[in-house]
């Protein structure tokens, strides 16, 4: 039986979500409704449970696979308010664990030491480590490590190869001809004299070197490198990265969907060196996790102010692209069973309208009946013109403006590194055009006044 309480791991990006303060929710310590209780359930301690549902939401002939999953919450207690995210504790692709075993001659069940305490290493490569990527502290012990190598071993070396690791193509396909050949390059440099060491060196001398050969490669990979330094099960598992839970926006408001926690989960997936790769949590949801049958553990992680306005009158104006669309379905499914009288804009956008429009009967019904005020789309990759969701609101600016003069909420939810920057641009921009403030007075209003004083301005992104 899996021991959850010992797969947690101290993750940066669980700070972005804290534990339910009572403070937030607008309600002392005593007042607390028993419903709100905190959870004896964390990233700690996650609660096992099912997957209830889990499908495609793209339509046919999509490039993507963005799915939607949804978690039984069962006799948890678990709690969430619209807006949250949760916790999902991955575990290890069991074909990838035996062929680790199998390349270092392991049996699974010998003991190791780890951070969680003794446990076979079948169990530490399954539930306590990150195997599908090798980590740089890793790479880095291995030359303390081949230093230990005993005695000398005599190697010949007798093929190479190398593939690219942008495309996967094969760059050197070296043999060995006659004895005493060595491939083009080849320089003596170390104790366990085959190419583990030129590489060993390329890697720890050349940080690009490093990146590139971590960014595609995982410990199948770099074992075929270095497994000739060889391994005991403890200094294979040295250097690995602890396992970490992923976090995922929560598409679902609790008063509308009782009972599940529902996610909208874009599933990572590529190859490399001629083998196909999934993220660590996405590909255990989409691949691994039998519907109604295998257990995950998750948690819940409350945000503190990622939040509708507590007045339902105020309007708000949501921008999400992609699975950024996931906490504004909760927002969306909280105002209609709240009735809220304020009005909801939203901008979604992705690769094409065919393909990738998320919950396009759910959307198209809310615009039918009026939750959905305003909605806008934008299609990158649908035409001739690429179509981001700043496009849109650069050509309604005048109206969002007005909107946000008149006390509107503004929210952004998905990609941090592009989109939320543009978009933080293109708002500053409205800003001074329709607001007319010079660029210095739109910045402070929109980062201090909006974001801070009103907290009106408010994101969740990744
Ligand atoms: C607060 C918060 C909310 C979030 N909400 C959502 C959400 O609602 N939906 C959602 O889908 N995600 C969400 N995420 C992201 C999510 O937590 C995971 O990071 C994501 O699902 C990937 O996890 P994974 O374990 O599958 O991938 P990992 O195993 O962690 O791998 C992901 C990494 O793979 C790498 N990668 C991608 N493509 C390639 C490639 N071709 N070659 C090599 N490497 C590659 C990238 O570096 C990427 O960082 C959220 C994150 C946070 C912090
Ligand atoms: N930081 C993260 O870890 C992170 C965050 C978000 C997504 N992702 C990864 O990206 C993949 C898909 O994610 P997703 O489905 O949520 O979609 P996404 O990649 O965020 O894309 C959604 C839409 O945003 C567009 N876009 C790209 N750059 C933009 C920009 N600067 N401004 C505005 N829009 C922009 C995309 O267009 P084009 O693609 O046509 O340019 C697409 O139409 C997944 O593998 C996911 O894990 C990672």
Known sequence: ??????????????????????????????????????????????????ISDNYVLNGAGSRKETRHIV?????????????????????????????????????????????????????????????HRVSKKWIKGLLERSGETPGQAEIRIV???????????LILDWKSEEDGDFPDGYVEIGDFGDNSAILLHELISDPDSMEDYIWSRDYV??????????????????????????????????????????????????SHHNRERTGLCTGYMADRCETNSSQVGVY?????????????????????????IAPFRAFLQQREIDSSSGRNWLFFGDWTEEGEYLYRDEMEDWKKRGIITRQDLAWSRQGDEKVYVQHLMEKNGEEIWSWIENGAYFYVCG?????????????????????????????????TGLMKTEKRYLRDVY
């Open 159 to 169: 093929g190479r190869r190398r593939y690219s690791s942008t495309d996967g193509s």
């Open 71 to 131: 978690f039984d919450l069962g006799d948890s207690g678990l709690d969430y308010k619209s807006g949250d995210a949760l916790g999902v504790v991955p575990r290890c692709p069991p074909e990838l664990v035996e062929e680790i075993l199998s390349i270092c001659v392991f049996s699974g069940e010998e003991e190791v030491e780890t951070h969680l305490g003794t446990c076979t290493v079948r169990e530490a490569l399954t539930n306590r480590y990150e195997i």
């Open 1 to 50: 039986m899996y021991d959850f309480t010992s797969s947690f791991v101290k993750n940066p990006d669980l700070l972005v979500h804290l534990f339910i303060y009572p403070s937030y929710l607008g309600i002392n310590g005593d007042e607390m409704p028993e419903k709100r209780i905190k959870s004896e359930w964390s990233a700690k301690n996650p609660f096992p449970t099912v």
């Open 300 to 324: 819940m992680s409350p945000t503190r102010s990622f939040v509708l306005p507590e007045d339902g009158s105020k309007d708000i104006i949501m921008v999400g692209p992609g699975t950024g």
């Open 415 to 447: 990609d941090k590194q592009y989109m939320a920057k543009d978009v933080h641009a293109t708002l500053i921009e409205i800003c001074v055009k329709f607001g007319h403030m010079s660029p210095v007075e739109a910045k402070d209003y929109v980062e």
């Open 221 to 270: 990979d770099a074992l075929a490198d270095f497994g000739s330094i060889g391994f005991s099960p403890q200094q294979l598992l040295e250097g690995m990265n602890r396992l970490k839970p992923r976090l995922y926006s929560i598409a679902s408001s609790p008063d509308f969907e009782q009972g599940t926690v529902h996610l909208t989960v874009a599933i990572v997936r590529y």
